[in-house]
């Protein structure tokens, strides 16, 4: 059987502000029927322009170049997608290859039924009556393990839940049955434990449909999950290509191979851990814990006659001095909550919550204010969290100008100049703007200036998740290090078992609002007590396809089980 | 910058080319380059005439006889008149040339007015909410349902009894156009400043234990007027309309205070129907042609400020640098200060999130 998608010598440039960009130079790629060929590589490698280009979604700022051959299911026609034309790009779409968005909830539209939607892919390709489209939606949504889809169908996508909605979205895909899926991170926006049942589902679109899915990600877990074929990108070309075994086993190209080194592993922290606690005096047990939760509570006010939203429900721990304390849960489960209150930036409803020896319940700003300089924070998101009309010089002055520590920034300057170095930025990049820094960089700076006045408490909130993977283990790095050198407490959150279990002493997990399992690292992920524990760590995927296979079984069971 | 730590292209530019509005020219291309220069060119040729009114015009803007006798009443373009003159007499030219002084005067006074209290009253309503905020909004949305114009009779029959001096004119104005304003920039600021107080540099500036002042005044106060060039440019040409249509009513401007060129538009109403064209047209053409100059400026720069409508050169099938991956050659933190220029993505202008997106 010929091959259901050639691509040949793609090159892909755009018009930028800042002049031409060549975002794929000269890629090479086929997808056999049935099999699953994933592009992976970190943000700007080229992998989402080269799945646009499969279905003809290039913005107008583009060029393209190559051919990009694709046929249909039963091998009947050809097309080169790059030369083709409006009207038959439209007749290509949804028969020929469909399209997995990776935010399920803006893939679909809110003011519409799912069964609505996947009608209208049907209608669109071919004359069916409006009780024949019902049907094969209902049969759709049912083959993708939408319990009751009869119901269903009439709901609105508000109606589902997030893993849900993406398997609704991967209906509207499957529907007219095409020879190719283009899946462009399909599981990023997803939690763990859902993320191994959409995965389950891909497995099964190939199994039971026949259809060939390109897999665009960046989590090489879920590469050796569902993968048959691997085609690594790095800078816009594909630097190695092999199928999924080899390429884990004895990856070939050296990018291949630290991108592979990078990726952190359940288990690779126990060690530091280990050393971290021969380290500690005999008394630093008896030591005032800097942070004390006490059946701490945080409801969010509701709207006028809607009862509020409890976020946080009677969460008990502590964070002693030195300690680092990982936070892990999926979203929605209030660990950034318990985070901003430690910071004063939401509000504690019951309960007690104690930082520095100050009550968080009912309190004032003006009598923490004082309080605040022993607390550094770090955002999430390294593109917002920075002026982006301040140097990073100023934005890591900051805080020494308002806590008195020096007059103005350039008073600062030699502070901040021994800050960056700490994290290991050139002093040069004092006078840079925070756009024309990298994301990693921007989060290094971010460290600096939550450690400028030396606090012994850090808050960081989702540091890495911004990041690509290789940055990531750098920032990790980075922070272990410091946390040497500083010896901060530390809460650190994280909805990634794998990395906080790198720079983590003790593990808290978190789900829907109460604390479920709480323990050292080596407790909790070598021998989890709690179910939801068990899930969480079954559901992460390694980056080994045969282990994972096994992982995969174990899950299987687990849920059988529960 | 040492070419060791490879300063971006952002840093190369000079100050010049950073200004605003030479920014957006440098930046455009095609229609919206067309029609950025058309409106820079109609508003600059404006102003320039508002400045240079004294020498350009033949005559003063209330003078009614020349050296060899009285002007003459309606007389045809031609002579010593080359725009012809007025049924009071006075020369056409004249009066539009000296008009743009008294349009501009109006713009500076209302956007002035205007511009700092709405700015203030936006930023502390937007940042700290509550009553104050709830107060603030339900008034300007009262204050939005008022027609100005309404508004500008009333402040002139207030200011000067209806028949007003060039100060009284251009205040009654500027001062409805004001009322009528503060809640234009009221409202983007007081938008933007909420927006801006979610995200995490003012947080982090919350965190950091920064007063109230500071964050406003630091962290949100530049971050929010981005849009205040494009609100500018339309209202300064809706001053102008105000001051046209006040003076096309009658309560404009008398013409021995100043050249206005809405009170000449009324004087030559019925002129129009005896064949007399030019009293009208030239004063409406200079109405049409500022307000269409200052609108260009304003679209234009409302195009370039988005990046999706924002139009870009097309490019050639190889052009173009393959765009950094911000992968570490190494992996590690061995490296010490100044080492590490130009990995990590060094250089790595965004280009509209290419790279950026996770």
């Known amino acids: ?562 | 910058m040492s070419d060791a730590t490879g300063s971006p292209a952002a840093q190369k530019r000079s100050a010049w080319s950073r200004l605003p509005i030479v920014h957006q020219l440098r930046q455009s291309i095609g229609l919206q380059r067309g029609m950025l220069i058309a409106g820079l060119t109609i508003t600059t040729l404006f102003v320039l005439t508002a400045i240079f009114a004294p020498v350009l015009a033949p005559y003063g803007f209330s003078q009614l006889r020349g050296a060899d006798g009285a002007f003459g009443a309606q007389q045809p373009p031609g002579g010593a008149h080359p725009l012809g003159t007025t049924v009071g007499g006075y020369d056409v030219l004249s009066r539009v040339l000296w008009g743009a002084q008294t349009a501009l005067f109006v713009i500076v006074v209302a956007v002035l007015l205007s511009i700092f209290a709405g700015v203030f009253l936006g930023l502390v309503s937007g940042y700290f909410g509550g009553w104050l905020d709830r107060i603030s909004v339900v008034v300007s949305d009262a204050v939005y349902a008022f027609p100005s114009l309404l508004l500008a009779i009333v402040i002139s029959i207030v200011i000067s009894g209806g028949k007003s001096n060039l100060i009284g004119g251009v205040l009654a104005a500027a001062i409805s156009i004001t009322v009528v304003f503060i809640p234009q920039y009221f409202r983007v600021i007081r938008a933007e400043t909420v927006r801006i107080k979610a995200e995490a540099y003012v947080e982090s500036a919350r965190v950091l234990g920064a007063g109230s002042g500071r964050i406003m005044f630091r962290h949100v106060f530049r971050n929010a007027t981005r849009t205040l060039p494009l609100i500018l440019t339309l209202n300064s040409s809706e001053a102008i309309l105000t001051l046209a249509g006040l003076g096309y009513l009658g309560f404009g401007i008398e013409p021995t205070a100043a050249a206005e060129w809405g009170y000449d538009l009324n004087k030559a109403l019925s002129d129009v129907t005896s064949g007399i064209w030019w009293t009208s047209l030239f004063p409406g053409l200079a109405i049409v042609l500022v307000v269409l100059g200052i609108t260009l400026v304003g679209e234009s720069l409302n195009d370039l400020a988005d990046p999706r409508l924002r139009g870009r050169r097309a490019v050639g099938q190889t052009a173009g640098v393959v765009a950094q991956t911000s992968v570490v050659p190494g992996g590690t933190l061995v490296a010490g200060p100044g080492g590490l220029g130009g990995r990590e993505g060094a250089a790595t202008h965004p280009t509209d999130g290419l790279e950026d997106r996770p």
């Open chain 1, 1 to 562: 059987m010929t091959d259901v998608l050639t691509i040949t010598d793609l090159g892909i440039s755009f018009a930028t502000d800042a002049g031409a960009v060549r975002a794929v130079d000269g890629v090479t790629l086929r997808v056999a029927p049935g099999e699953v060929l994933a592009i992976v590589g970190e943000s700007g490698s080229g992998k989402t322009v080269t799945a646009k280009t499969i279905l003809g979604l290039l913005p107008e700022t583009a060029t393209a170049s190559g051919a990009v051959i694709l046929s249909s299911k039963d091998g009947s026609s050809e097309s080169n997608v790059i030369a083709l034309s409006t009207a038959r790009l439209r007749q290509v779409r949804g028969t020929d290859v469909a399209m997995v968005f990776q935010e399920p909830s803006m893939a679909l539209n809110p003011v519409y039924t799912v069964g609505w939607q996947i009608m209208e892919g049907i209608r669109a390709h071919g004359r069916f009556s409006r009780k024949e489209a019902r049907a094969k939606a209902i049969e759709i949504l049912g083959r993708v393990g939408i319990p009751d889809p009869e119901t269903r169908v009439d709901y609105y996508p508000h109606q589902f839940s997030g893993g849900q909605k993406q398997r609704v979205v991967i209906a509207m895909a499957l529907v007219l049955d095409p020879g190719l899926i283009v899946a462009d991170e399909p599981t990023t926006a997803l939690d763990v434990t859902v993320q191994a049942e959409i995965l389950d589902l891909l497995r099964r679109c190939r199994d039971e449909f026949g259809t060939a899915i390109v897999l665009i990600t960046h989590n090489m877990g879920v590469v050796a999950d569902l993968a048959d074929r691997v085609a690594v990108m790095y800078q816009g070309k594909v630097v190695e290509e092999a199928d999924a075994q080899t390429l884990f086993s004895s990856p070939q190209n050296d990018y291949t191979k630290r991108l592979l080194a990078a990726v952190p592993h359940v288990g690779q922290g126990v060690v530091h851990a280990a050393e971290r606690a021969r380290a500690r005096t005999d008394d630093w047990e008896e030591q005032a814990p800097v942070v004390v939760a006490d059946q701490l509570r945080i409801e969010y006010p509701g709207r006028l006659g809607r009862s509020g939203f409890t976020a946080v429900d009677g969460v008990s721990f502590l964070i002693r001095p030195g300690e680092v304390l990982g936070l892990v849960g999926e979203s929605g489960s209030g660990k950034t909550t318990i985070g901003r209150a430690i910071a004063g930036l939401t509000r504690v409803t019951g309960g007690s919550l104690t930082v520095m020896g100050h009550e968080m319940n009912g309190f004032k700003e003006r009598a923490f204010k004082k309080f605040r300089s022993d607390i550094g924070f770090v955002f999430q998101d390294p593109a917002s969290s920075f002026n982006p009309l301040l140097t990073i010089a100023d934005c890591v002055a900051e805080p020494l100008v308002v806590h008195g520590r020096a007059k103005n920034a350039a008073d600062a300057r030699t502070r901040v100049n021994e800050l960056l170095e700490a994290v290991q930025l050139p002093r040069a990049y004092a006078d840079r703007y925070p756009h024309e820094l990298s994301g990693g960089q921007r989060q290094r700076a971010s460290l600096a200036r939550a450690l400028a006045l030396e606090p012994p408490l850090l808050i960081a909130d989702e540091p890495t998740s911004a990041l690509d993977v290789s940055v990531q283990a750098r920032v990790l790095e980075l922070f272990a290090e410091l946390q040497r050198e500083f010896g901060f407490a530390s809460l650190f959150i994280s909805h990634d078992l794998a990395v906080v279990d790198l720079v983590a002493d003790r593990i808290a997990v978190l789900y829907r609002g109460k604390l479920v399992e709480e323990g050292t690292s080596v407790a909790v992920l070598g021998a989890p007590k709690d179910p939801y524990t068990q899930r969480l760590l079954a559901s992460l995927p390694v980056p080994d396809p045969a282990e994972q296979a096994l992982r995969r079984e174990g899950l299987r069971r687990l849920r059988e089980a529960g």
